[in-house]
């Protein structure tokens, strides 16, 4: 990888200004950043770049705010960063003009500085040319280490690479390696879990995706789509009835292609939709009316870990039930158990990413556990639908 994209060993950082976008768009109430996992994953390239005596300026994002305001700054979250990285950070109000220009100046090897929030300017969002050489002006370098925010051309995304020497940091580097491995250059046979509740926001998805991997299991509320097409009765289960023909010509698709599709063989059905409802195993040819699928039931869970268990590398986005709520949560938890303990025997390449991918494989206790857990849910997305990203595609070597 390193081969085909400029990283920091390619980077000579003494004595210069640093303009380093990292993702600091964390959960954050009550004035408590809740999850500190982006912030954890950005602290080594930040404590790498210092030592090797550069004046790092973080840059980043947080929440959507229209225009200044104060509940939405990155003071706090500076504030976390230093605690986690165990060196001061300081940090300053504004992120271009005289303030931050200032700051930058009385900046010395192996200083840490954390500029405000850039969504505050409209020109971060419009990759505003005028913005971008203020942002420019601050920096002798970019390093861009936030895949997260790699799949939008914003000013600290995408515009600093044509106006400085641009790098991908350390994690933006280690997402890259882990994706090279699964999509670009796998290990086969390649399998690929696709779970959530809609087919519409993942078409592109599954097309991308039929064209690399030898098997596709299906779960989620996605999956009732799917077998609505194939003729059986969901009950009440959430389908969506105009995607019909568009899954069985996904079915098609792959049978031509010659992969296979793997769909639940049985379900755990409930009538209502909340915690620990009383719950039964069914057939998936015997879904009572009443009720709703909400998981995959045992004989589903048994022959997924058997498709896992002659499969080389695995790509995982999205759970295979109502994962937030006891009892339904037991496909997920059962599948990621299994991923987990064939990753860590060797067998198996895991690569998992997305919002509701990584709150379940949270549950499951099993993030550490797996090959590489991607936090960025609209690139990871992009990443596995094969768009080009463009924070990504600035960093390669021409």
């Not at 990759?127 to 203020?134: G, H, I, K, L, R």
């Not at 025997?345 to 797996?370: F, W």
Request: proline share 5%.
């Amino acid at each position: 990888m390193s081969n085909s994209f400029r990283t920091l060993d390619h980077a000579d950082v003494k004595g210069k200004r640093v303009l380093m976008r990292v993702d600091l768009n964390v959960p954050y109430e009550n004035g408590v950043v809740s999850d500190a996992t982006r912030i954890e994953r950005a602290a080594p390239s930040i404590t790498e770049l210092a030592d090797k005596g550069a004046k790092v300026i973080l840059l980043s994002h947080f929440g959507r705010p229209k225009g200044r305001d104060a509940s939405q700054s990155l003071k706090p979250v500076a504030a976390e960063v230093a605690h986690t990285i165990k060196r001061p950070i300081r940090f300053v109000d504004d992120c271009v003009g005289e303030k931050a220009e200032q700051a930058v100046a009385a900046m010395k090897p192996g200083d840490i500085l954390c500029l405000e929030n850039t969504r505050f300017y409209p020109g971060e969002e419009k990759n505003d040319p005028a913005f971008v050489a203020q942002l420019a002006r601050l920096g002798d370098l970019f390093v861009n280490d936030a895949f997260s925010v790699s799949h939008r051309a914003h000013a600290s995304t995408e515009g600093l690479s044509h106006l400085l020497p641009a790098y991908a940091g350390r994690t933006l580097q280690a997402e890259l390696e882990a994706f090279e491995k699964v999509l670009d250059k796998p290990a086969r046979p390649v399998v690929a879990i696709v779970g959530g509740a809609k087919i519409s926001t993942k078409l592109d998805l599954l097309s991308n995706l039929l064209a690399k991997v030898d098997v596709l299991i299906i779960g989620g509320a996605m999956a009732n789509t799917f077998l609505m097409a194939q003729g059986k009765q969901v009950g009440r289960s959430l389908v969506e009835r105009d995607l019909l023909d568009t899954a069985q010509k996904i079915m098609d698709q792959a049978k031509a292609a010659k992969r296979e599709i793997v769909l639940p063989v049985d379900a755990v059905v409930a009538e209502k939709f909340e915690a620990n409802a009383p719950s039964r195993v069914v057939d998936v040819n015997a879904v009572p009316d009443t009720s709703m699928i909400l998981d995959i039931g045992p004989k589903s869970i048994e022959h997924v870990i058997s498709v896992l268990a002659r499969a080389k590398t695995l790509v995982w986005n999205g759970p295979f039930g109502a994962f937030e709520m006891e009892p339904f949560d037991t496909g997920t938890i059962s599948v990621a158990e299994a991923a987990a303990e064939l990753t860590e025997a060797g067998k198996l390449v895991t690569v998992a990413g997305g919002g509701d991918t990584v709150a379940a494989l949270n549950v499951a206790g099993v993030v550490d556990r797996l090959t590489y857990v991607s936090t960025a849910g609209g690139a990871f997305l992009e990443w596995l639908e094969g768009k080009p990203l463009p924070g990504v595609e600035v960093l390669r070597i021409k």
